[in-house]
C-alpha cells in the first residue's frame, strides 16, 4: 500500500503561481509513476500530468502544457506540480495519483490517490 498526501493548494489570482506537493509512504520502495489528476465542480475528474518513476519524458493535458510542470524527488518520496500563469478555469481539486506503469497514470487507471487539495483562482 502506498499513502499519498497533497499539499500546497490554496487561492490565488490570476497569473499567479502554486506549487503542490505530494509526499508518499507505505511501500515506497515499488517504482511507481505519479501523475496528477482535477475536478472541477461538476465536471468529471480529468489527467494534469504524469511523470514516470526515473522521472524523463513526462505527458501534460494540452490545456496546462507550456504553464505547469511536474517533477519528483524519489530521495524524498515526493513529487510536484508547478503550475505558473494560473487561470480561473484551473479552478479544481487536484488530486495526486500512483500507480505501477506510465500508461495506466495516463489512462487514469491508478492503483492509489491522494485525498486532494482545493485550488481556486480568482478573476
Known amino acids: 500500500q502506498v499513502q499519498l498526501v497533497e499539499s500546497g493548494g490554496g487561492l490565488v489570482q490570476a497569473g499567479d503561481s502554486l506549487r503542490l506537493s505530494c509526499a508518499a509512504s507505505?511501500?515506497?520502495?515499488?517504482?511507481?509513476?505519479m501523475g496528477w489528476f482535477r475536478q472541477a465542480p461538476g465536471k468529471e475528474r480529468e489527467f494534469v500530468a504524469a511523470?514516470?518513476?526515473?522521472?524523463?519524458?513526462?505527458s501534460y493535458a494540452d490545456s496546462v502544457k507550456g504553464r505547469f510542470t511536474i517533477s519528483r524527488d524519489n530521495a524524498k518520496n515526493t513529487g510536484y506540480l508547478q503550475m505558473n500563469r494560473l487561470k480561473p478555469e484551473d479552478t479544481a481539486v487536484y488530486y495526486c495519483?500512483?500507480?505501477?506503469?506510465?500508461?495506466?497514470?495516463?489512462?487514469?487507471?491508478?492503483?492509489?490517490w491522494g485525498q486532494g487539495t482545493q485550488v481556486t483562482v480568482s478573476s
Open positions: 495519483a500512483a500507480a505501477g506503469s506510465f500508461g495506466a497514470v495516463i489512462r487514469g487507471t491508478v492503483d492509489y
Open positions: 511523470v514516470t518513476w526515473g522521472g524523463g519524458v513526462p
Open positions: 507505505g511501500r515506497t520502495s515499488s517504482r511507481y509513476a
